[in-house]
Nanobody, 124 residues
Framework: QVQLVESGGGLVQAGGSLRLSCAASGRTFSSYAMGWFRQAPGKEREFVAFISRGGGSTYYADSVKGRFTISRDNAKNTVYLQMNSLKPEDTAVYYC?????????????????WGQGTQVTVSS
């Protein structure tokens, strides 16, 4: 089992940057592919970014491509989401999630473990 704890959210002006972190428990972190999702008020949770178990493959939603970067440090059991050029429409609760297996998955239903979320608010 994997426990995930996100941090790094906050309030930022449009055009600013934030870096989210997701710390995982357990010694098998490198066995899990990781994803970041977000959920805005009144909307469904949506895929943001994916990174493979070794970090060699990444995949992004079109809405964040070129602005966000996902990375991981398996020695620290942590996955990151660097968010640049933030827009008000990026405002949401951001969640990290873990799933076994190598395939890129963008569906909420494909992830087995979830963190509690961290709020990101971008003011205009």
């Amino acid at each position: 089992q994997v426990q995930l704890v996100e941090s790094g959210g906050g309030l930022v002006q449009a055009g600013g940057s934030l870096r989210l972190s997701c710390a995982a428990s357990g010694r098998t972190f490198s066995s899990y592919a990781m994803g970041w999702f977000r959920q805005a008020p009144g909307k469904e949770r949506e895929f943001v970014a994916f990174i493979s178990r070794g970090g060699g493959s990444t995949y992004y939603a079109d809405s964040v491509k070129g602005r966000f970067t996902i990375s991981r440090d398996n020695a620290k059991n942590t996955v990151y989401l660097q968010m640049n050029s933030l827009k008000p429409e990026d405002t949401a609760v951001y969640y990290c999630a873990a799933r076994p297996g190598p395939l890129v998955m963008t569906s909420v239903n494909e992830y087995d473990y979830w963190g509690q979320g961290t709020q990101v608010t971008v003011s205009s």
